[in-house]
């Protein structure tokens, strides 16, 4: 890596030829600001150059994926600089990663945290695993492009009429039906090193 990541645990070779990259703002529960985006795009940049790395996973803790946006960064700053900051590039920079992105999330991915796996090829998730927007409740648009990305790799992972009903409101699907649509649960962390085979042996193809 050209420099130690401030935000972010980085593992080349978590597993051959498997990355592993983690959120690690554990007091902020992982809330994404400008400095930590950065991290990731540039991170994930490189990790596409090493030709040792076939694969890429994204993680948080066990509590949380990520919160969504820094409150706190954000209301340090004037609407002007807000607007001066250039994340819809950063954004960018990750939905390009042209090697297999995965998310595996556990915990809370809310806001940003949500939109940030959904840009990710492929979400493997905990049964503690809470996905919403809850910027819809403020009638205000995700500032990381949801909506695009709903139109991408998020789409095809199952119809909205399944998935919004769960993601928003909790509400739980039987197995067979949650499996139909492209759901399945974590087997375990990724500290306990199972579950992963199925997951990862597609993209080491």
Known sequence: ???????????????????LVQLNR?????????DLMQEIARTLQELCANPAVRVIVLTGSERVFAAGADIKFMSE??????????????WEQIRRTHKPLIA???????GGGCELAMVCDMIVASETA????????LGIM?????????RGP?????????SLPANLFRRRKRCAVALSIGWCPWASTWKRRS???????????
């Open 1 to 19: 890596m050209s420099s130690t990541p401030q935000f972010l645990t980085v593992t080349p070779e978590a597993r051959p030829h498997v990355a």
């Open 26 to 34: 554990p007091k902020e529960l992982n809330a994404l600001h400008y």
């Open 77 to 90: 700053r004037t609407a002007v600089e807000m607007l001066e900051i250039d994340q819809i590039s950063l």
């Open 104 to 110: 595996a999330v556990s915990g809370f991915a809310l």
């Open 130 to 137: 809470q996905f919403g927007q809850p910027e819809i409740r």
């Open 142 to 150: 995700p500032g990381g492009g949801a909506p695009s990305a709903s």
């Open 154 to 162: 998020w789409a095809r992972r199952g119809p909205w009429k399944w």
């Open 195 to 205: 579950g992963w085979p199925r997951a990862l042996r597609a993209c080491r193809r």
